[in-house]
Protein backbone atom coordinates (compact mmCIF):
# COMPACT_ATOMS: atom_id res chain seq x y z
CA UNK A 1 0.00 0.00 0.00
CA UNK A 2 1.69 3.51 -1.17
CA UNK A 3 1.81 5.59 2.00
CA UNK A 4 -0.12 9.26 1.43
CA UNK A 5 1.77 12.14 0.23
CA UNK A 6 2.00 15.27 2.12
CA UNK A 7 -0.51 17.03 -0.15
CA UNK A 8 -2.89 13.95 0.42
CA UNK A 9 -2.09 14.50 3.77
CA UNK A 10 -2.92 17.96 3.78
CA UNK A 11 -6.08 17.78 1.84
CA UNK A 12 -7.29 15.13 4.01
CA UNK A 13 -6.72 17.41 6.95
CA UNK A 14 -8.62 20.14 5.77
CA UNK A 15 -11.31 17.92 4.71
CA UNK A 16 -11.98 16.47 8.05
CA UNK A 17 -11.59 20.03 9.88
CA UNK A 18 -14.26 21.47 7.76
CA UNK A 19 -16.56 18.36 8.31
CA UNK A 20 -16.07 19.03 12.36
CA UNK A 21 -16.72 22.53 11.78
CA UNK A 22 -19.88 21.68 9.97
CA UNK A 23 -20.77 18.85 12.18
CA UNK A 24 -20.67 21.03 15.37
CA UNK A 25 -22.88 23.79 13.58
CA UNK A 26 -25.21 21.42 13.17
CA UNK A 27 -25.32 20.22 16.93
CA UNK A 28 -24.70 23.81 18.60
CA UNK A 29 -28.30 24.59 18.14
CA UNK A 30 -29.72 20.90 19.23
CA UNK A 31 -27.20 21.22 22.16
CA UNK A 32 -28.61 24.53 23.23
CA UNK A 33 -32.06 23.46 23.08
CA UNK A 34 -31.48 20.03 25.46
CA UNK A 35 -29.56 22.25 27.84
CA UNK A 36 -32.33 25.51 27.58
CA UNK A 37 -34.90 22.95 28.32
CA UNK A 38 -32.92 21.79 31.67
CA UNK A 39 -32.05 25.50 33.14
CA UNK A 40 -33.83 27.10 35.51
CA UNK A 41 -35.78 30.45 35.60
CA UNK A 42 -32.94 32.50 36.84
CA UNK A 43 -30.66 30.85 33.87
CA UNK A 44 -33.03 31.58 31.31
CA UNK A 45 -33.51 35.60 32.31
CA UNK A 46 -29.91 35.84 32.19
CA UNK A 47 -28.70 33.92 29.38
CA UNK A 48 -29.53 34.00 25.69
CA UNK A 49 -27.87 31.04 24.67
CA UNK A 50 -27.10 28.06 26.85
CA UNK A 51 -24.64 25.14 26.06
CA UNK A 52 -24.42 23.63 29.34
CA UNK A 53 -26.68 24.72 32.50
CA UNK A 54 -24.97 25.64 35.41
CA UNK A 55 -27.97 23.28 37.54
CA UNK A 56 -30.51 21.30 36.24
CA UNK A 57 -34.16 21.81 36.94
CA UNK A 58 -36.59 19.22 35.76
CA UNK A 59 -39.45 22.47 36.02
CA UNK A 60 -40.49 22.51 32.70
CA UNK A 61 -40.86 18.79 32.12
CA UNK A 62 -43.02 18.55 35.09
CA UNK A 63 -45.06 21.45 33.73
CA UNK A 64 -45.37 19.40 30.38
CA UNK A 65 -46.50 16.04 32.19
CA UNK A 66 -48.54 17.60 34.77
CA UNK A 67 -50.92 18.14 31.95
CA UNK A 68 -53.65 14.82 32.26
CA UNK A 69 -54.16 14.17 28.99
CA UNK A 70 -50.39 14.13 27.88
CA UNK A 71 -50.00 10.41 28.39
CA UNK A 72 -53.78 10.01 26.08
CA UNK A 73 -52.36 12.48 23.42
CA UNK A 74 -48.59 10.09 23.32
CA UNK A 75 -50.58 7.03 22.91
CA UNK A 76 -52.97 8.63 20.43
CA UNK A 77 -49.61 9.69 18.24
CA UNK A 78 -47.68 6.46 18.64
CA UNK A 79 -50.85 4.89 17.19
CA UNK A 80 -51.55 6.98 14.75
CA UNK A 81 -47.61 6.82 14.07
CA UNK A 82 -48.08 2.93 14.06
CA UNK A 83 -51.38 2.35 11.90
CA UNK A 84 -50.32 5.10 9.76
CA UNK A 85 -47.38 3.55 8.61
CA UNK A 86 -48.33 0.35 8.05
CA UNK A 87 -51.62 1.61 5.73
CA UNK A 88 -49.16 3.80 4.11
CA UNK A 89 -46.43 0.99 3.46
CA UNK A 90 -49.01 -1.46 2.23
CA UNK A 91 -50.59 0.76 -0.06
CA UNK A 92 -47.55 2.30 -1.30
CA UNK A 93 -45.77 -1.02 -2.03
CA UNK A 94 -48.26 -2.69 -4.22
CA UNK A 95 -48.99 0.13 -5.97
CA UNK A 96 -45.06 1.10 -7.00
CA UNK A 97 -44.80 -2.83 -7.40
CA UNK A 98 -47.84 -2.88 -9.92
CA UNK A 99 -46.35 0.23 -11.88
CA UNK A 100 -42.94 -1.12 -11.72
CA UNK A 101 -43.99 -3.85 -14.03
CA UNK A 102 -43.97 -2.84 -17.92
CA UNK A 103 -46.68 -5.14 -18.63
CA UNK A 104 -49.16 -3.43 -16.73
CA UNK A 105 -51.74 -1.76 -18.91
CA UNK A 106 -51.94 1.91 -18.54
CA UNK A 107 -48.93 1.99 -16.33
CA UNK A 108 -47.81 5.18 -18.09
CA UNK A 109 -51.40 7.08 -17.54
CA UNK A 110 -51.31 6.21 -13.81
CA UNK A 111 -47.52 7.13 -13.53
CA UNK A 112 -48.54 10.52 -14.89
CA UNK A 113 -51.61 10.81 -12.55
CA UNK A 114 -49.43 10.07 -9.63
CA UNK A 115 -46.58 12.70 -10.69
CA UNK A 116 -49.33 15.28 -11.61
CA UNK A 117 -50.57 14.90 -7.97
CA UNK A 118 -47.54 15.92 -6.98
CA UNK A 119 -47.43 19.72 -8.27
CA UNK A 120 -51.20 20.01 -8.02
CA UNK A 121 -53.55 18.73 -5.77
CA UNK A 122 -57.05 20.09 -4.80
CA UNK A 123 -56.84 22.01 -1.80
CA UNK A 124 -57.44 22.42 2.00
CA UNK A 125 -61.27 23.45 1.77
CA UNK A 126 -61.93 20.46 -1.39
CA UNK A 127 -60.06 18.31 1.11
CA UNK A 128 -61.93 18.90 3.76
CA UNK A 129 -64.97 18.60 2.40
CA UNK A 130 -64.19 14.77 1.41
CA UNK A 131 -63.30 13.76 4.36
CA UNK A 132 -66.35 15.09 5.84
CA UNK A 133 -68.46 13.57 3.14
CA UNK A 134 -66.91 10.32 3.98
CA UNK A 135 -67.48 10.85 7.76
CA UNK A 136 -63.92 11.03 8.90
CA UNK A 137 -64.59 13.75 11.10
CA UNK A 138 -62.89 13.28 14.60
CA UNK A 139 -61.84 10.10 13.85
CA UNK A 140 -58.07 9.51 13.68
CA UNK A 141 -58.58 7.67 10.42
CA UNK A 142 -59.20 11.32 8.89
CA UNK A 143 -55.02 11.91 9.77
CA UNK A 144 -54.44 8.71 8.09
CA UNK A 145 -56.02 7.85 4.93
CA UNK A 146 -55.84 11.27 2.95
CA UNK A 147 -52.31 11.21 3.35
CA UNK A 148 -52.30 7.45 3.14
CA UNK A 149 -49.97 6.96 -0.05
CA UNK A 150 -47.45 10.07 -1.22
CA UNK A 151 -46.40 10.72 -4.10
CA UNK A 152 -42.54 11.62 -3.26
CA UNK A 153 -42.66 8.02 -1.12
CA UNK A 154 -44.42 6.19 -4.00
CA UNK A 155 -41.79 6.83 -7.04
CA UNK A 156 -38.65 6.59 -4.77
CA UNK A 157 -40.27 2.71 -4.02
CA UNK A 158 -41.58 1.99 -7.53
CA UNK A 159 -38.19 3.06 -9.13
CA UNK A 160 -36.20 0.70 -6.37
CA UNK A 161 -38.29 -2.41 -7.45
CA UNK A 162 -37.69 -1.19 -11.08
CA UNK A 163 -33.84 -2.13 -10.41
CA UNK A 164 -34.55 -5.66 -9.20
CA UNK A 165 -33.59 -7.86 -12.30
CA UNK A 166 -36.31 -9.27 -14.04
CA UNK A 167 -35.00 -12.71 -14.46
CA UNK A 168 -35.49 -13.31 -10.81
CA UNK A 169 -39.32 -12.71 -11.45
CA UNK A 170 -39.53 -14.54 -14.60
CA UNK A 171 -37.70 -17.61 -12.96
CA UNK A 172 -40.22 -17.82 -10.40
CA UNK A 173 -43.31 -17.81 -12.75
CA UNK A 174 -41.36 -21.06 -14.53
CA UNK A 175 -42.21 -22.28 -11.23
CA UNK A 176 -45.78 -21.61 -10.83
CA UNK A 177 -45.42 -18.52 -8.87
CA UNK A 178 -48.08 -16.07 -9.31
CA UNK A 179 -48.12 -12.33 -9.18
CA UNK A 180 -48.44 -11.84 -4.97
CA UNK A 181 -46.45 -14.84 -4.29
CA UNK A 182 -43.63 -13.14 -5.95
CA UNK A 183 -44.61 -9.72 -4.03
CA UNK A 184 -44.26 -11.23 -0.89
CA UNK A 185 -41.77 -13.64 -0.94
CA UNK A 186 -39.09 -12.21 -3.41
CA UNK A 187 -39.70 -8.84 -4.29
CA UNK A 188 -40.20 -7.62 -0.25
CA UNK A 189 -37.08 -9.81 1.16
CA UNK A 190 -34.74 -7.80 -1.58
CA UNK A 191 -36.18 -4.20 -0.59
CA UNK A 192 -35.52 -4.02 2.82
CA UNK A 193 -33.51 -0.83 2.63
CA UNK A 194 -36.02 1.01 0.46
CA UNK A 195 -39.07 -0.31 2.73
CA UNK A 196 -37.39 1.17 5.53
CA UNK A 197 -36.33 4.60 4.02
CA UNK A 198 -39.71 4.46 3.35
CA UNK A 199 -41.50 3.95 6.34
CA UNK A 200 -39.22 6.23 8.36
CA UNK A 201 -40.61 8.96 5.94
CA UNK A 202 -43.95 8.19 6.40
CA UNK A 203 -43.30 7.74 10.70
CA UNK A 204 -42.06 11.31 10.83
CA UNK A 205 -45.16 12.69 8.77
CA UNK A 206 -47.55 10.83 10.89
CA UNK A 207 -45.92 11.42 13.93
CA UNK A 208 -45.40 15.41 12.96
CA UNK A 209 -49.42 15.75 12.50
CA UNK A 210 -50.47 18.78 13.37
CA UNK A 211 -52.54 20.59 10.11
CA UNK A 212 -54.63 17.64 9.82
CA UNK A 213 -55.27 17.41 13.47
CA UNK A 214 -56.35 20.81 13.19
CA UNK A 215 -58.72 20.59 10.63
CA UNK A 216 -60.21 17.28 11.29
CA UNK A 217 -60.11 16.38 15.51
CA UNK A 218 -62.71 18.71 17.09
CA UNK A 219 -62.61 16.36 20.48
CA UNK A 220 -59.35 17.68 22.47
CA UNK A 221 -59.78 14.63 23.86
CA UNK A 222 -58.04 13.06 20.60
CA UNK A 223 -55.75 15.92 20.21
CA UNK A 224 -52.38 13.87 18.42
CA UNK A 225 -49.07 15.31 20.48
CA UNK A 226 -47.99 17.80 18.95
CA UNK A 227 -51.04 19.41 19.35
CA UNK A 228 -51.36 19.28 22.55
CA UNK A 229 -47.97 20.45 22.78
CA UNK A 230 -48.57 23.52 21.22
CA UNK A 231 -51.74 24.23 23.34
CA UNK A 232 -49.23 23.71 26.25
CA UNK A 233 -46.82 26.62 24.78
CA UNK A 234 -49.97 28.97 24.53
CA UNK A 235 -51.41 28.49 27.97
CA UNK A 236 -48.15 28.51 29.87
CA UNK A 237 -47.67 32.10 27.24
CA UNK A 238 -50.54 33.48 28.67
CA UNK A 239 -50.01 32.38 32.26
CA UNK A 240 -46.40 34.30 31.84
CA UNK A 241 -48.52 38.09 31.37
CA UNK A 242 -50.23 37.26 35.21
CA UNK A 243 -47.65 38.08 37.75
CA UNK A 244 -49.74 35.59 40.29
CA UNK A 245 -48.33 32.60 38.34
CA UNK A 246 -44.85 33.51 37.36
CA UNK A 247 -43.95 31.60 40.68
CA UNK A 248 -45.76 28.24 39.54
CA UNK A 249 -45.02 28.15 35.90
CA UNK A 250 -41.79 27.75 34.32
CA UNK A 251 -40.33 30.39 31.59
CA UNK A 252 -42.13 30.56 28.54
CA UNK A 253 -38.79 29.56 26.56
CA UNK A 254 -37.69 26.43 28.37
CA UNK A 255 -41.18 25.33 28.05
CA UNK A 256 -40.85 25.54 24.70
CA UNK A 257 -37.26 23.94 24.61
CA UNK A 258 -38.85 21.47 26.58
CA UNK A 259 -41.45 20.91 23.70
CA UNK A 260 -39.19 20.20 21.54
CA UNK A 261 -37.30 17.97 23.20
CA UNK A 262 -40.49 15.90 23.53
CA UNK A 263 -41.46 15.72 20.63
CA UNK A 264 -38.27 15.26 18.89
CA UNK A 265 -36.66 12.19 21.14
CA UNK A 266 -38.98 9.45 19.71
CA UNK A 267 -37.64 9.93 16.31
CA UNK A 268 -34.33 9.87 17.33
CA UNK A 269 -34.73 6.67 19.30
CA UNK A 270 -35.97 5.15 16.06
CA UNK A 271 -34.07 6.29 13.32
CA UNK A 272 -30.71 4.64 14.31
CA UNK A 273 -32.20 0.95 14.28
CA UNK A 274 -32.97 1.84 10.44
CA UNK A 275 -30.42 4.43 9.50
CA UNK A 276 -27.95 1.89 7.87
CA UNK A 277 -30.62 1.46 4.89
CA UNK A 278 -31.79 5.18 4.79
CA UNK A 279 -28.70 5.78 2.86
CA UNK A 280 -28.79 3.27 0.17
CA UNK A 281 -32.83 2.74 -0.26
CA UNK A 282 -32.51 6.96 -1.03
CA UNK A 283 -30.11 6.24 -3.13
CA UNK A 284 -30.83 3.42 -5.22
CA UNK A 285 -34.63 4.58 -5.47
CA UNK A 286 -33.51 8.23 -6.18
CA UNK A 287 -31.00 7.17 -9.18
CA UNK A 288 -32.75 4.33 -11.39
CA UNK A 289 -35.30 5.73 -14.10
Excluded at 79 to 103: C, E, F, I, N, P
Aim: net charge positive; aromatic share 12%; charged share 10%.
Amino acid sequence: MKEHSLGSRIFNLINYTLLLIIALICLVPFINVISSSFATTQEVVEKKFILFPTTFSLDAYRYIFSTPTIFKSLAVSIGVTGVGTLVSMALTALMAYGLSRKYLNGRGVINFIVVFSMLFSGGMIPTFIVVKSLGLIDTYWSLILPVAINAFNLIIMRNFFQAIPESLEESAKVDGANDLLIFFKIILPLSLPSIATISLFYAVSYWNTYVNAILYINDSAKWPLQVLLRQIVIVSSGMQADNASVDIVPPAQTIKMAVIVVATIPMLIVYPFIQKYFVKGAYIGSVKG
